[in-house]
């Protein structure tokens, strides 16, 4: 079946710290892929997706780019704020929308 | 305006009870979801609605009832209470079905724990 795999946390690093988090999928047919994010008290946001392979998505400093070959969609950020701990979850779509366990960030001063 | 808004935010009961959790999304958008989210942030997806029509159903003990009276509001109804039904339920809405193409909206959830 379709599922999606990322890197178990908590991740904590220091403000301005390069952040990957990795996140590799399993699926048949064609999937599109997405990072939302979960802040304290609040529902999930979209923060970015890719919808074919090669396909690079970015927001808010934030980057994923589709590897089919890989299968994975990691998420990198050149240099984290403290504003950026969340909890961010790896998603695919191919009839269906399914989500990794999530990954908790905390960045810190 | 919140775009998807659930209520309530919170919601604490007793094993056995009925209890209601409602959704309501302002996006004009087609489609609507339910999720459980457990204690270790797993997201499950449990219904989506699609014009007030189901159209997935996982499988979910039958005590959950989703119900859509119009195409703006999906609400949930849980009969008999367990505690394993303690959990996070957010609620989502998407312009259309194709998850490929139709970007979630989520409300902030509804933190139900049974005691």
């Known amino acids: 079946g379709n599922s999606v795999t990322q890197m178990e946390g908590p991740v904590t690093l220091s403000e301005e710290a390069f952040l990957t988090i990795n996140c590799t999928y399993t699926?048949?047919?064609?999937?599109?892929l997405f990072w939302y994010v979960q802040y304290p008290g609040e529902g999930l946001q979209l923060l970015l997706k890719?919808?074919?392979?090669?396909d690079k998505g970015s927001n808010k400093g934030f980057e994923a780019t589709y590897r089919k070959e890989t299968t994975s969609f990691h998420l990198e950020k050149g240099s984290v704020q403290v504003s950026d701990s969340a909890v961010y979850f790896c998603?695919?779509?191919?009839?269906?929308?399914?989500f990794g366990a999530g990954t908790r960030l905390t960045v810190k001063p | 305006d919140t775009a998807v808004s659930q209520t309530p935010k919170y919601l604490v009961t007793q094993m056995g009870n009925d209890k209601s959790i409602k959704c309501e999304q302002n996006?004009?958008?087609?489609?609507m979801y339910w999720y459980k989210q457990d204690s270790k942030k797993f997201l499950k997806i449990m219904f989506s609605?699609?014009?007030?029509?189901?159209?997935i159903n996982e499988t979910v003990p039958n005590r959950f009832s989703p119900k859509s009276p119009d195409k703006a509001h999906l609400n949930l109804h849980i009969n008999s209470l367990e505690l394993g039904d303690s959990a996070v339920y957010f609620c989502?809405?998407?312009?259309?079905?194709?998850?490929?193409?139709?970007?979630?909206?989520f409300g902030a959830g509804t933190r139900l724990s049974v005691l």
């Open positions: 609605y699609n014009n007030k029509e189901l159209i």
């Open positions: 989502a809405s998407s312009p259309g079905t194709s998850l490929a193409k139709n970007i979630q909206y």
């Open positions: 699926a048949t047919g064609y999937p599109s």
């Open positions: 996006l004009g958008h087609d489609t």
């Open positions: 890719a919808t074919k392979a090669d």
């Open positions: 998603a695919l779509s191919v009839n269906d929308m399914r």
